[in-house]
Nanobody
Framework: QVQLVESGGGLVAAGDSLKLSCVVS????????MAWFRQAPGKDHDFVAG????????RYVNAVKGQFTISRDNGENTVWMKMNSLTPEAAAVYYC??????????????????WGQGTQVTVSS
């Protein structure tokens, strides 16, 4: 059974930082691209960042480039996303997801087969 468990969300003030974590079990973690998506109320899952299986390539949505950093440790079956200088616009439920290959970072959620339960990020102004 594949499980993804996110943590690290919370309520922060604008300008603060958070680091989200996602621990994966039941899957050979090092074989797959990983990504973070977010969903604001009433909206779809939006791609935020992704990283290839060996960590040699990462991709970000334009809105977070230079602000968020995705990383992974295949020995710990964990992917992280460090989020700096948070604004209220970043508030959402953040999900990690396992992609369908090792070397492609898709932006469409339809290319991700397994998802975590999400972690809430709230940013006060």
């Amino acid at each position: 059974q594949v499980q993804l468990v996110e943590s690290g969300g919370g309520l922060v003030a604008a300008g603060d930082s958070l680091k989200l974590s996602c621990v994966v079990s039941g899957r050979t973690f090092g074989d797959y691209t990983m990504a973070w998506f977010r969903q604001a109320p009433g909206k779809d899952h939006d791609f935020v960042a992704g990283i290839t299986s060996n960590g040699d390539y990462s991709r970000y949505v334009n809105a977070v480039k230079g602000q968020f950093t995705i990383s992974r440790d295949n020995g710990e079956n964990t992917v992280w996303m460090k989020m700096n200088s948070l604004t209220p616009e970043a508030a959402a439920v953040y999900y990690c997801a396992i992609g369908r290959s090792s070397h492609t970072v898709w932006m469409s959620p339809s290319n991700y087969d397994y998802w975590g339960q999400g972690t809430q990020v709230t940013v006060s102004s």
